[in-house]
């Protein structure tokens, strides 16, 4: 079975903490994504990354930054937390079939409160 | 234009109705194509994927694609109480991507 792992299912932090969200994934995937989630919004993707070490913007990248030094593990940065940046994040792996996208498997979620 | 473009819904179908879900992308480029559903609370789980023009059965669900008219659906045959969820379209954004871009979802609610 596929398991991706976000490192908190709820998170609660103050106004400019630096928060760090971790997701693990253990199926040797190339590709990990985070999203946010928001009623009305649906999933937005913050940033993807291809391989260790290579990242791409998403449609939201303003407030955040990743981290990919091993190819199981793709974290997600909050350099400066702020009230609008509350939400729910998931965090998703799928492997890279010759330019065709596969399954990607979701974490549970990390439902981060920014107050 | 959003990319992926979806009903909110909410959707209501009596139980043992089909329900007709139904998305279209605007990336000419996309191939590849999914369906997810996704319960209160939950992660996304997915449903169906589709690469090619045409029907694509698995069991009660159908997804079909028209590339040409740059739509997806989802049928769901026989809908049951327990398909009341949303259901939300999954584009990858240009042909040489994995990146994978979703619709907002639309809510599906079965009732007895």
């Known amino acids: 079975d596929v398991k991706v792992t976000q490192s908190s299912r709820y998170l609660v932090k103050r106004t400019g903490e630096k928060v760090f969200l971790e997701c693990v994934q253990d199926?040797?995937?190339?590709?990990m994504f985070w999203y946010r989630q928001d009623p009305g919004l649906g999933l937005r993707l913050i940033y993807f990354?291809?391989?260790?070490?290579?990242?791409e913007k998403g449609d939201i990248p303003e407030g955040y930054s990743v981290s990919r030094e091993k190819k199981e593990r793709f974290s997600l940065i909050l350099e400066s937390a702020s009230t609008n940046q509350t939400s729910m994040y998931l965090c998703?792996?799928?492997?890279?079939?010759?330019?065709?996208?596969?399954?990607?498997?979701f974490g549970q979620g990390t439902r981060l409160t920014v107050v | 234009q959003k990319e992926v473009e979806q009903n909110s819904g909410p959707l209501s179908v009596p139980e043992g109705a089909i329900a007709s879900l139904n998305c279209t992308y605007s990336?000419?480029?996309?191939?590849?194509f999914f369906w997810y559903r996704q319960y209160s609370g939950k992660s996304p789980e997915l449903i169906m994927f589709?690469?090619?023009?045409g029907d694509k059965e698995d069991g009660r669900f159908t997804a079909q694609l028209n590339k040409a008219s740059q739509y997806v659906s989802l049928l769901i045959r026989d809908s049951q109480p327990s398909d009341s969820a949303t259901y939300l379209c999954?584009?990858?954004?240009?042909?040489?991507?994995?990146?994978?871009?979703f619709g907002t979802g639309t809510r599906l609610q079965v009732f007895p």
């Open positions: 998703a792996s799928s492997y890279h079939l010759r330019g065709m996208n596969t399954e990607a498997f």
């Open positions: 199926m040797d995937h190339e590709n």
């Open positions: 990354s291809y391989d260790v070490k290579m990242k």
């Open positions: 990336d000419r480029g996309s191939q590849s």
């Open positions: 589709i690469y090619s023009n």
């Open positions: 999954a584009v990858n954004r240009e042909s040489n991507t994995d990146k994978l871009i």
